[in-house]
Nanobody, 121 residues
């Protein structure tokens, strides 16, 4: 099985920065796309940013220019650098990855447990 563990959430003032990390572990053969989603209170989960195994990125319109997604394939890790944070960025942020394990050889979508980001005004 594959596990995703996020870290780096916390409380920050508006205009500040945070960096989220997500490490994948397990009997991994390959990780395809990785991404960050978020769920704000009372709202549905939304895509924040995604990155392919080749490094192509995609961002939600409301974070483009402020957030950056990176990955280290050797470390099975994806990062989300968040700058110029706004109160509306407050949410639980979830890591997501499409993984193939050496156990099943099937492509499975895996989710982390989430990390809370709170931006105060």
């Amino acid at each position: 099985q594959v596990q995703l563990v996020e870290s780096g959430g916390g409380l920050v003032q508006a205009g500040g920065s945070l960096r989220l990390s997500c490490v994948a572990s397990g009997n991994i053969f390959r990780i395809n796309d990785m991404g960050w989603y978020r769920r704000a209170p009372g709202k549905q989960r939304e895509l924040v940013a995604a990155i392919t195994s080749g490094g192509s990125t995609n961002y939600a319109d409301n974070v483009r220019g402020r957030f950056s997604i990176f990955r280290n394939n050797d470390k099975n890790t994806v990062y989300l650098h968040m700058n110029s944070l706004k109160p509306e960025d407050t949410a639980v942020y979830y890591c997501n990855a499409g993984t193939v394990t050496r156990t099943t050889w099937e492509l499975l979508e895996v989710w982390g447990q989430g990390t809370l980001v709170t931006v105060s005004s």
